[in-house]
């Protein structure tokens, strides 16, 4: 077991080298748009980001967890390869044929009448994007974690690049060199729509780079098994589309549920700025699933598999309170990450970090109706999920403004976390150590009130308190843990 973990903790650690060091570097570009564009600018940003999330996953819908489960079975593996790849490039096709066909009346609907590019832009990076999600799953589950991150990295390195080109370069030299050749693509017009085109030209560029990747395979497309795949899949697509609606309907709903005459798309700007603080939970979470799930697919048939499930579960919750109290205890520096004028907002940062936690938790405790072939629960979760979140946001923003959009989406998770864990133990049991994993949780909760009500006049002593205070809970861990004897193995 512990070979497996380490295993699994080994690509965890890659999948994060391009998940971390490349959303920090992506993550860079956040100070800089809190400075370029006012709150009410960067609220489009939020806004159309929010609805591209929703637009994966129904372009996606499902198929990436369908090519794990079915290309298990290596005699076939060409066939559920590029019959999914097929489905998905038609798919994706019939997307853009239909945008370009209706562009002005969605833009309409989304009050962007006067920049129907934007949503042109954006449909095209989320075609891309549902595209290469299947090269990339197939990387995944060949183990080349190295490959998938170098191809992850360039991709980011070239939307900051043409950024800072397009957002930071140009404008310079329009005012200093109006006649440079480097302005000839450049319109001051566009201003943050060049956040979009440089998002697309580097998924047009990953594409190009994964090519190889989506042809060095034999095509066979069986119609038959696709249909098997689609069957398997299509509670994955209602199960994603609604998780789609817990983490990202806040910031849809905000610009119609917040008072006109509290400027919604400020409050919106602010709220999802501020969401970004929370980054390093987030990409905790999504660099463990990417390793995660073709590892937990790979292992359902050890005779410890529950077990090694049990551990993983423990071993990241653990890692997340770490994060959570690094986050919040460090507070003072990372929040110079946005600008001042954003600085309100970071009353939800810690609402926001524990909700994430949750959602991370609650994917360690979903992977049996994956296992099990039952993804109608995992719609059935999703669904619940949204119902909360909705009416949650439609009760509580009008009241508490975006501080009610982050409390319906700790309460969300938490509620699907346990009706998770719930049916979990009833259709598949696992062994989990909640005993100690209401232990870490109460202490880390009690160590940031600590944090937060004792703290220190001198700011230097705040972090001092504050770094004792981390140490104390490593410590506790370590030792209840046994974490020098499991390195020594």
């Not at 991709?155 to 900051?160: C, D, F, K, L, S």
């Not at 990409?283 to 598999?305: D, G, S, T, V, W």
Request: aromatic share 16%.
């Amino acid at each position: 077991m512990g070979s497996q973990l380490k295993k699994l903790a080994g690509q965890t650690a890659v999948y994060g080298l391009s998940s971390i060091l490349g959303r920090l570097l992506n993550y860079l570009l956040v100070p800089l748009y809190t400075r370029l564009f006012a709150p009410e600018i960067y609220g489009i940003v939020t806004e159309l980001y929010a609805y591209v999330t929703f637009l994966l996953i129904l372009l996606t819908y499902g198929m990436e967890t369908g090519f794990f489960r079915f290309a298990q079975d290596k005699n076939i593996f060409d066939k559920v390869y590029s019959s999914i790849l097929t489905s998905l490039a038609v798919t994706s096709t019939v997307f853009i044929v239909l945008l370009l066909v209706f562009l002005q009346p969605v833009a309409n609907v989304l009050q962007y009448q006067a920049n129907p590019e934007y949503i042109l832009w954006m449909g095209l990076i989320v075609a891309v994007d549902a595209f290469i999600s299947i090269p990339f799953a197939k990387l995944r589950l060949q183990n080349k974690a190295w490959k998938f991150a170098i191809f992850k990295l360039v991709n980011i390195g070239v939307n900051i690049g043409l950024n800072l080109y397009f957002l930071l370069l140009c404008p310079k030299l329009a005012i200093s060199n109006p006649d440079s050749v480097f302005l000839t693509v450049y319109s001051p017009n566009i201003g943050v729509g060049y956040v979009f085109i440089a998002n697309l030209a580097a998924n047009v560029l990953t594409l190009l780079m994964l090519l190889p990747e989506i042809f060095n395979v034999k095509f066979s497309f069986d119609k038959v098994l696709l249909k098997k795949i689609l069957i398997y899949a299509a509670p994955l697509l209602i199960a994603g589309f609604a998780g789609m609606i817990n983490e990202t309907i806040d910031r849809v709903l905000l610009k119609h549920l917040v008072a006109d005459h509290l400027n919604p798309m400020e409050q919106l700007g602010i709220y999802g700025a501020n969401y970004k603080l929370a980054i390093l939970m987030t990409l905790f979470i999504q660099m463990f699933r990417y390793a995660a799930e073709p590892f937990f697919f790979n292992n359902k048939n050890e005779h410890n598999a529950r077990e090694l499930y049990a551990k993983a579960t423990k071993y990241f919750i653990i890692c997340g309170l770490l994060i959570f109290l690094g986050v919040m205890f460090y507070i003072d520096i990372i929040k110079f990450f946005i600008d001042v004028d954003y600085h309100e907002g970071l009353k939800v940062v810690p609402i926001l970090l524990l909700a994430n936690l949750f959602l991370g938790i609650f994917f360690n405790f979903s992977i049996w109706y994956k296992l099990n072939d039952m993804t109608k629960y995992g719609a059935y979760l999703a669904i619940f999920g949204a119902v909360i979140t909705i009416v949650l946001n439609v009760i509580l923003v009008p009241i508490y403004g975006y501080v009610g959009s982050a409390w319906a989406t700790l309460i969300c998770y938490f509620c699907m976390m346990l009706l998770s864990f719930y049916w979990g133990q009833k259709y598949y049991r696992v062994p989990y150590d909640m005993k100690n994993a209401f232990f870490y949780l109460i202490l880390a909760m009690g160590l940031f009130l600590i944090s937060k009500y004792f703290r220190p006049r001198s700011q230097i002593m705040v972090y001092v308190l504050n770094t004792g205070l981390l140490i104390i809970f490593a410590s506790v861990v370590t030792v209840k843990e046994k974490v020098w004897e499991m390195l020594r193995r």
